[in-house]
Nanobody, 120 residues
Framework: QVQLVESGGGLVQAGGSLGLSCAASGRTFTTYTMDWFRQAPGKEREFVAAISWTDWTGGNTVYSDSVKGRFTISGNPVRNTVTLRMNSLKPEDTAVYYC??????????WGQGTQVTVAS
């Protein structure tokens, strides 16, 4: 059974930094995308950033406009892990952040979510 386990998050002052990590277990993926999504209270879940691997190579990244230049996604393709480094955090970044993994065969998995709170 595939599981995504997230760590990190917490409370930070505006302008500060936080890091999130996510590790997949239960199966080894070689061609896949790992994403971060977030959901603020009363809002829909939205895409944050993604990193893609093909046969453990590539590492192509995509960011939403709202985090571009402030957040950095990276990962270890062999270990099936992903990290999101968040800098210059704003109160509007407050949300539950979810790790997500998807494969070309449309399999997808979600983490349980981790809270990020940015105080003004």
């Amino acid at each position: 059974q595939v599981q995504l386990v997230e760590s990190g998050g917490g409370l930070v002052q505006a302008g500060g930094s936080l890091g999130l990590s996510c590790a997949a277990s239960g199966r080894t993926f070689t061609t896949y995308t790992m994403d971060w999504f977030r959901q603020a209270p009363g809002k829909e879940r939205e895409f944050v950033a993604a990193i893609s691997w093909t046969d453990w190579t590539g590492g192509n990244t995509v960011y939403s406009d709202s985090v571009k230049g402030r957040f950095t996604i990276s990962g270890n393709p062999v270990r099936n892990t992903v990290t999101l480094r968040m800098n210059s955090l704003k109160p509007e970044d407050t949300a539950v952040y979810y790790c997500h993994l998807r494969t070309p065969r449309a399999s997808e998995y979600w983490g349980q979510g981790t809270q990020v709170t940015v105080a003004s």
